[in-house]
């Protein structure tokens, strides 16, 4: 098998995995006991759509195929991709503002 054959294999085996998912950023918030505040978090999350490609109601639109399969490939990897930046962007902000929270009440 040569590289060619192994990107492609690679990249459908990919496609399969993570297509149809979606991705987001959702907040959680933990109690810091020694803090004794709120601390406040964002997860990464992913939901299945179903049925994004296919029209039940008119056979016109019938997507199944390998456009459907680029476009569901790039809508999760760009969902991914946003909002796994968001994620570690608002951990850090969240961090930053815990740690001067808590530098705020120690001092106190």
């Known amino acids: 098998m040569n590289w060619r054959q192994k990107a492609q294999t690679a990249i459908l085996t990919t496609a399969f995995l993570v297509s149809g998912c979606i991705f987001y950023p959702h907040p959680t918030e933990q109690y810091n006991n020694d803090c004794d505040l709120t601390a406040r978090r964002l997860e990464l999350r992913s939901t299945f759509i179903a ?3 296919r029209s039940e109601t008119d056979p016109r639109y019938d997507y199944n195929g390998t456009g ?3 476009g569901l490939l790039t809508l999760s990897a760009g969902s991914a991709i ?3 930046s968001v994620v570690v962007v608002g951990n ?11 530098a705020k009440k120690d001092m106190q």
């Open 82 to 84: 946003v909002s796994g």
């Open 68 to 70: 459907c399969l680029v």
């Open 51 to 53: 049925g994004m490609c």
């Open 92 to 102: 850090t902000v969240y961090w930053l503002e815990e740690k001067a929270s808590c």
